[in-house]
């Protein structure tokens, strides 16, 4: 899993980005390598879920940061879960060298 926040140019974030960069394209050379045996490589990028972690600079920050997100909100663990569940299951088994975001409308590319 990879942030949204890289995919669209946050300032302060250059570092973690060039990393997430480097995970997309690993997760796309691992995805031609191994689905010639029906391996299946893909990246989630996520926008911010709501988790314990951080939990008191989220409320400190909340009105603003949901500025950024169309639907009105952040994210929370069960909006991720059903995509991790495809992912994994046998529906999803053509699905493969993908980053599917999960970001809230956060970012649109």
Request: cysteine-free; overall charge positive; aromatic content about 6%.
């Amino acid at each position: 899993m990879i942030g949204d926040s890289s995919r669209v140019g946050e300032s302060g974030l250059a570092i973690v980005a060039a990393a997430r960069a480097g995970v997309i394209g690993l997760m796309k050379s691992l995805a031609r390598e191994f689905g010639r045996s029906g391996t299946t490589a893909n990246a989630l990028s996520l926008g911010l879920v709501e988790t314990a972690h951080d939990k008191d600079w989220v409320e400190a920050n909340r009105e603003k940061l949901i500025r950024f997100y169309p639907l009105g909100r952040l994210g929370r663990p069960d909006d991720v879960a059903p995509m991790v569940a495809l992912l994994v299951s046998r529906h999803g088994g053509w699905i493969t060298g993908q980053v599917l975001s999960i970001s809230g409308g956060y970012s649109m590319v």
